[in-house]
């Protein structure tokens, strides 16, 4: 039999699951959750922000929350906003930083208030810091948010999407994370720019992000696989929403997506009963919020295997 083929979920509940979640969660709490993912078979986990506290209040504990996640024997990242925030992970010895730009100009304007131009300079900015502090082993992922369309400009210019990964693979980026933020794209679109990018710059340096919003976020994670891509971020109960469409479910689900990838035949090695015993926890613990997935909901079936540790 053909080795399994591996693909890789990387959670980002305590980061994208938690960033609109008003009610602070203690950081003691986030390092317990954090704990129970890598207790599930999760190697991959994107723990918190260095975005202003006055941004986002939820990540004020970020340097709390680092150093209870590091020394784990997992691979934890944190999400930059800009070269002060990098400087902070760099500080921090995180072995990778994310930054993320926003494909939609108008979205990068309203989120960010600079062009897309400008946050270009800004990953140029960080991989020069980078480079200075002989930091190469540090990982540096550049994501394109708004990849497959932008709730405040509608359609994103494909040719311009591709263009961005090349441009940002180009400066130093070790990972290009190609993110579905508002939960626009469809299989085919996505079949169709993951294709191009993969082919640009090789599928196993693409991350791809997906928001269930409308749906389609499983099967959007079908399509990344056909082109080859093997590295999907998700988070448990499918925690997260939107900051533009209240009310709309979330990020893909970890528990569901690593039963589909499971039943698919693709080993992820994470254990879905300890990721669902974590949704109910989390459940418990943001009562108001909406925590959710199929698997936790319905079990899984009669004759799956519940757990791949290869
Ligand atoms: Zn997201």
Redesign the pocket.
Same mark, same amino acid.
């Given at each position: 039999m053909a080795m399994q083929d591996r693909v890789i979920i990387r959670d980002t509940t305590l980061r994208?699951g938690l960033q609109l979640v008003v009610e602070q969660v203690p950081a003691a709490q986030k390092i317990k959750w954090l704990h129970d993912l890598v207790h599930a078979g999760v190697t991959q986990i994107e723990v918190s922000s260095y975005v202003p506290p006055k941004v986002i209040a939820q990540f004020s504990d970020v340097a709390d929350v680092v150093q209870g996640a590091m020394g784990q024997g997992v691979d934890i990242s944190v999400l930059v906003p800009n070269l002060n925030g990098a400087r902070r992970a760099f500080d921090a010895g995180l072995p990778q930083v994310n930054f993320v730009l926003s494909a939609s100009e108008a979205h990068s304007k309203a989120n960010t208030r600079k062009t897309r131009d400008a946050a270009v300079k800004d990953f140029e900015a960080i991989v020069a810091e980078r480079t200075a502090r002989n930091l190469d082993h540090t990982r540096l992922s550049a994501g394109i948010a708004t990849a497959f369309g932008c709730t405040m400009q509608g359609a994103v210019d494909e040719d311009e999407v591709v263009a961005l990964a090349i441009t940002l693979r180009d400066l130093g980026a070790d990972e290009i994370l190609v993110?579905d933020?508002v939960g626009y794209g469809n299989p085919a679109q996505v079949r169709r720019i993951l294709g191009r990018i993969a082919e640009a710059i090789g599928p196993d340096r693409i991350l791809s @992000?997906f @928001?269930d919003t409308r749906g389609l976020g499983l099967a959007n994670v079908v399509a990344a696989l056909d082109v080859g891509v093997r590295r999907f971020d998700s988070t448990v109960g499918g925690l997260?929403g939107c900051p533009f469409a209240p009310g709309a479910t979330g990020?893909i689900d970890t528990e569901d997506l690593a039963f589909m990838l499971q039943s698919m035949g693709y080993d992820t090695g994470v254990d879905i009963p300890q990721l669902v015993a974590l949704q109910r926890q989390i459940a418990a613990a943001l009562p108001a919020e909406r925590v959710g997935g199929c698997i936790a909901r319905a079990g899984l079936p009669i004759n799956a295997s519940a757990a791949v540790t290869a």
């Open positions: 994208d993110a933020t @992000h @928001h997260g990020n």
